[in-house]
């Protein structure tokens, strides 16, 4: 009995011993895991808060402190910052391509592969890009078969809805990529989801065959930008030209053109400046009660062409005494940035920086023109190329809220104040505007 119990007991005995060491073992693993746990849930709760304060704070992706300090390096530096607050593009020209090469045969065209000009998906994701306007451009009409006063009848409209219907068949063929978006919510959402916010722009008032009604429909289409002119006049208001200034024939805006401004700010669809005169943006300014933007523009100062924005019109940007709030979206295209064969990356800079110190660095933005130009500054080949951009503006000394602003966040603040406005003045009923384009023959003079 002793034998059996001494051992039983003394068996039993180091059982315990040997079940306390297991127990405080498991004891202690389980303490630690617990505590790994919450460490781990603490830092993903920090992540998570900080890109939804990064992308819906007050400030958008501008004022607002995140996690971590940024690389030393620039270029390590600039890719961290752009996977934070990814480029939102003013002005990419994708759709043209698509109707140039491949007629507009959506099934066709490979944005999986390498496209022939600079967009395609590979592309877009290693520039970090979460969102941008796709162009819905048609060049401006042959003047002598337009007439004189834009009257005569052209495919303008019909080519615009092509290029809207072969924009939406490309966001929805890769779902996984592209997030179709019409609101500043829309495209901070889309971010969220690692998606590339795809936004609809009309680059000329001679896409609207001289029609506010025509506008009113495309915004229900889902565009939200309209460009007041491409490189000619139209009824609504009078072109830059292109790299050398042409006569003004409404000198600024015509009457209709005030009221197509009035339409634009009663719905929501920004009011675009690229490509007007001086005058034209000039009237743009004073008239719009919305914020306004420039999608694909650069500085006069810094390369002296038509195309550019000169100094006495960016100084009436801005949120002092009688100035509008806007943004100026810098346009690569090497024409506009420099002088032949001196279009880089460091000239690109000059084009924000000039900006920056006149405007403010609130007001300035992307608006690449990708797609929509033939040659590129040397850095900034093609849409994965945003990152040198970053890296070059770190080097001049822009902290990451500024270039959290560049990058995207001061175009949601503008987009954001345009539709408040346009909320505003529907809430007090502002009527819709049915001017008709005075010298139209189709209808009735009075009724
Ligand atoms: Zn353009």
């Known amino acids: 009995m002793s034998e059996e119990t001494e051992p039983l007991i003394s068996s039993q005995q180091r059982n315990y011993a040997h079940d306390d060491a297991e127990h405080e073992a498991a004891q202690q693993q389980s303490r630690a895991i617990r505590i790994r746990a919450i460490i781990w849930s603490l830092l993903t709760l920090v992540f998570i808060v900080s890109v939804i304060v ?3 704070g007050p400030d958008h992706y501008g004022h607002v402190d995140w996690p971590g300090a940024l690389p030393r390096d620039p ?7 752009l996977d934070m607050a990814p480029v939102i593009d003013g002005h990419i020209d994708l759709p043209i391509i698509a109707r140039r090469v491949w007629r507009n045969n959506v099934s066709a065209i490979p944005l999986h592969d390498m496209m022939p000009m ?20 048609v060049s401006c009409a042959d003047h002598s078969a337009e007439g004189i006063d834009f009257v005569n009848a052209t495919w303008r409209v019909r080519d615009t809805l092509e290029q809207i219907d072969v924009a939406k068949g490309l966001i929805a063929k890769y779902p996984e990529t592209f997030q179709y978006a019409i609101s500043s919510t829309d495209i901070k959402e889309s971010i969220t989801q690692g998606k590339i916010a795809s936004l609809l722009g009309v680059e000329g008032g001679h896409q609207l065959g001289n029609s506010i009604a025509v506008l009113r429909q495309y915004y229900d289409l889902g565009v ?14 009078d072109s830059c030209g292109g790299l050398e200034t042409i006569p003004p024939l409404h000198y600024g805006l015509s009457p209709l053109g005030f009221k197509l401004i009035e339409e634009m700010n009663r ?16 009237h743009g300014i004073m008239h719009s009660k919305a914020p306004v933007i420039w999608s694909h523009s650069s500085a006069r100062v810094v390369h002296d062409v038509a195309r550019n924005v000169p100094d006495e019109v960016l100084s009436m940007i801005g949120t002092g005494e009688g100035q509008k709030d806007g943004i100026i979206m810098v346009n690569f295209s090497p024409s506009f940035v420099a002088p032949d064969g001196k ?3 460091k000239k690109v800079a000059d084009h924000v920086q000039h900006i920056a110190n006149v405007v403010g660095k609130k007001h300035v933005g992307i608006g690449s023109d990708f797609d929509g130009i033939l040659d590129t500054p ?8 945003y990152p040198n951009l970053i890296a070059e503006l770190l080097r001049r000394g822009w902290d990451k809220y ?29 009527p819709p505007v049915y001017d008709i384009y005075r010298k139209r023959g189709d209808l009735p003079q009075r009724y």
């Not at 390590?76 to 910052?81: D, H, P, S």
């Not at 600079?118 to 451009?137: A, C």
């Not at 920004?270 to 943006?281: K, Y």
């Open 267 to 282: 719905i929501g669809m920004l009011v675009d400046l690229s490509h007007t005169s001086d005058m034209t943006a000039v």
């Open 118 to 137: 600079h967009v395609d998906i590979p592309r877009l994701r290693e520039g970090r890009v979460g969102g941008f306007f796709w162009s819905v451009f």
């Open 54 to 56: 990064i992308l819906f």
């Open 224 to 237: 939200r930008y309209v460009t007041l002119t491409h490189t000619c006049h139209n009824a609504f208001a």
């Open 378 to 385: 040397k850095g900034l080949e093609d849409v994965s190329k």
């Open 402 to 430: 500024e270039l959290a602003g560049f990058t995207g966040g001061n175009f949601l603040r503008v987009f954001a104040a345009v539709e408040d406005v346009a909320r505003q003045l529907q809430a007090a009923g502002t």
């Open 343 to 345: 279009a880089d990356v």
């Open 75 to 81: 270029d390590q530096a600039a890719r961290k910052l």
